[in-house]
């Protein structure tokens, strides 16, 4: 349901892009083609981490290299019970969770 929820947000969002005649497709190819994992970490940890995974400022870490040093269970771990200054339990849902570790996992 919260990922039916996510395309359909993201969808509205999109459809202001672009001209009226190429609106509809846009949309539809941006989301579609979206991996899941990379759609929920735009939710969730862009904020801290920017769109580059780079972080932002000193207490955000840079996660361009995360998948070489943490496995997706460690990654699951972090997200789940927080780490330094990141906060646990940003991610509830167990099916956006999978998708968010194996997306980072597979920056290497």
Excluded at 21 to 47: F, H, M, R, W
Excluded at 57 to 84: C, M, P, Q
């Amino acid at each position: 349901m919260r990922k039916i929820i996510t395309v359909l947000t993201l969808t509205i969002l999109l459809a202001g892009c672009g001209t009226s005649e190429d609106k509809n497709t846009a949309t539809k190819e941006t989301v579609s083609d979206a991996d899941p994992g990379e759609l929920v970490y735009k939710q969730t940890c862009i904020g801290c981490h920017g769109q580059d995974l780079g972080g932002r400022g000193s207490s955000a870490k840079d996660l361009t290299h995360i998948g070489s040093k943490l496995s997706e269970e460690e990654i699951k771990n972090v997200v789940i019970n927080g780490r330094r200054s990141m906060p646990a339990g940003l991610v509830k849902d167990e099916e956006d969770l999978d998708a968010l570790a194996k997306w980072l996992h597979s920056h290497k």
